[in-house]
């Protein structure tokens, strides 16, 4: 287990609580966390899951990164720079590229998005979110079949059938199901986990599978057919006797349950969009999940990872109408994921700088993709060591939204919250909106473009 | 190759990565979390590995050296399963099938036992793989 290294002597007396603290780390996006100060220090969190309580504490534990550095060409050594050396540097290597990349943006405030996507504009450049490797294939789905969608707070007063497809909440969105959709007691659902039946569709028998009332075991990469076959036989017609590794009567049987159900929910993970058929997978996802709208009430929601990645795509949007992998090379915003999207630009050679803000593409892209970045000029922003500040040239640190700032997050089901400032950030520390502005003001500088924003 | 299987590789979360993502991706604690290849006990059976013992995992993409355990969410014969990060990173397909989204699962790799071989910290890996790095002089 990981030390947690907050383990000193405190007097009683001089301890403060937080309450109604937000969680920063999933898209779950907690809103009840209580987290007990002395001071400046946290000492402790209360009702956070495993990850919500490392996340808040890691903030404290000695290993940030506390000032800016520079990788010496061609080693792994870096050297400590100022931040007005780093924020320069930075602005020099984005406003002569022809076409940078910016990728990342699900770790961070709506308000530090909102200067990213202008940065992006300016430098001629690609802004993309960590949706691309996440739920972009759901996104590109929804755009095509459109989406029935409620938030979860009608999934705790109401749903009675909770699918989980494709996803592990026990391990990704820890409390996702004592808050919302199993255990809670809700207006309709008044004896909480008795009122609900709970399917999980996986190819292994995962911790969530463990608690599930039906545990359908699909064969890996076969999500396709088994949601085909799900509405063919929805619709009452024959399908074949195995489909994707499971059995026609286990198909028909869920068909069947899901008609006598009150409000249906249809929850979905990496399972589906990661794995064969992609978006192909969510476009049969919701078509049977509008079908079902025949026969009772059912809606869907992606669970989305990072606390703010649907937040991410919610400023992409209404700043330049796409929301994410958002090209703005031709002097207007252009959306093409396959040309556009992070992977498809590093592994096509296609930008010839990059930035990576709130994310970590150098531990959670493939190798192949983080060859050519480690080939060209970067700058990441981020609070902590990574694979990516590993091999960028100039890392700038931050301080963490949620914690030591406030911000707006988005959480799963398109909902703003406001996240809280709990402590001070080390001293010197600068926010990511602030670097942002920063380096945008800078850029404008070089490249004779007015100061201040336009959006 | 004499000793080695073909298995069905995916990736995800499990919560331990989410705590080692935390800040604490340059320590033990990420190899530990992340480093590791969850096998049905039948594969580690037909290795003759047991679970702790380091394994290559080779694909049209890669290879890396991780840990062999035993899955905590089994059973799944055939199907192998490292935390998402820079390991299983290094074998995964980065194929968009014109979406954007590289084919994080059901990725075709072979297992083989991996005696003597160290499994790299997360940040040196990614260095050691990327970079181009001058000679240096010990």
Not at chain 1, 110 to 124: D, F, I, M, R, S
Not at chain 1, 264 to 280: A, E, I
Not at chain 1, 361 to 377: D, E, L, R
Not at chain 2, 69 to 87: A, D, E, N, R, S
């Amino acid at each position: 287990m990981i030390e947690t290294k907050t383990e000193t002597q405190v007097k009683p007396e001089s301890l403060k609580i937080v309450t109604d603290v937000v969680c920063p780390f999933c898209g779950t996006l907690c809103d009840d966390i209580k987290v007990v100060l002395d001071g400046n220090r946290i000492v402790d969190t209360m009702n956070a899951c495993i990850i919500g309580n490392e996340k808040f504490k890691s903030a404290q534990a000695g290993h940030r990164i506390m000032t800016p550095m520079e990788r010496e060409e061609g080693t792994t050594e870096f050297a400590p720079v100022s931040y007005d050396y780093a924020i320069e540097k930075a602005a020099q290597i984005l406003a002569n590229a022809k076409r940078p990349l910016l990728y990342g943006w699900s770790s961070t405030s709506c308000e530090a998005q909102e200067v990213g996507n202008e940065l992006a504009e300016v430098c001629g450049g690609v802004t993309d979110n960590t949706a691309s490797v996440c739920h972009g294939p759901s996104i590109m789905a929804i755009q095509t079949v459109g989406a029935p969608c409620c938030t979860l707070g009608e999934v705790k007063n109401r749903a009675d059938l909770i699918i989980y497809w494709g996803c592990n909440p026990i391990h990704a969105h820890p409390r996702h199901m004592s808050r919302y959709s199993i255990y809670p007691r809700g207006f309709f659902t008044e004896r909480g986990f008795d009122d609900r039946t709970l399917v999980v569709v996986d190819p292994r028998p995962t911790d969530t599978a463990k608690q599930a009332d039906i545990y359908v075991q699909v064969e890996q990469g076969r999500d396709y057919e088994v949601l085909d076959a799900l509405r063919t036989a929805t619709r009452g017609e024959d399908i074949p006797d195995v489909v994707g590794g499971v059995k026609k009567e286990q198909i028909k049987e869920l068909a069947e349950l899901a008609k006598t159900k009150k409000f249906g929910l249809l929850f979905f993970g990496m399972g589906v969009t990661q794995t064969t058929g992609k978006h192909r997978n969510i476009d049969m996802a919701i078509s049977w999940v509008a079908d079902m709208n025949k026969y009772t009430k059912f809606s869907l929601i992606p669970m989305r990872g990072h606390y703010n990645v649907t937040g991410a795509g919610q400023v992409m949007t209404w700043q330049s109408g796409f929301p994410f992998a958002m090209d703005f090379s031709r002097g207007h915003a252009r959306y093409n994921p396959g040309e556009t999207a992070a992977n498809d630009m590093l592994q096509r050679h296609e930008c010839d700088a990059a930035m990576v803000i709130a994310s970590d593409p150098g531990a959670h892209f493939p190798v192949s993709s983080m060859k050519w970045y480690a080939q060209i000029p970067t700058i990441v922003l981020d609070p902590h060591y990574t694979p990516t500040t590993g091999i960028s040239n100039i890392v700038i640190p931050s301080s963490i939204v949620g914690i030591e700032e406030e911000g707006t997050a988005y959480r799963m089901d398109n909902v703003p919250i406001r996240c809280r400032k709990v402590i001070d950030a080390p001293e010197g520390l600068l926010s990511d909106e602030e670097v942002l502005k920063r380096i945008l003001n800078r850029v404008k500088e070089i490249k004779g473009l007015p100061a201040g924003t336009h959006h | 190759m004499t000793n080695s299987i073909e298995a069905n590789l995916i990736s995800g979360r499990t919560f331990m990565q989410g705590v080692a993502i935390e800040g604490h991706k340059h320590e033990e604690e990420y190899i530990k979390a992340c480093g590791i290849i969850e096998m049905d006990v039948s594969d580690l059976k037909k290795l003759h590995l047991f679970p702790g013992q380091t394994v290559r995992v080779r694909s049209a993409n890669g290879e890396v050296v991780v840990r062999a355990v035993k899955t905590t969410q089994g059973p799944h014969p055939g199907l192998v399963f490292i935390p998402m990060g820079p390991w299983a990173n290094q074998v995964t397909s980065p194929n968009t099938y014109s979406t954007g989204m590289p084919h994080f699962k059901g990725v075709k790799v072979t297992v083989e036992p991996a005696p003597n071989e160290k499994v790299l910290n997360g940040i040196t890996l990614l260095q050691t793989t990327t970079l181009h790095l001058k000679e240096t002089a010990q």
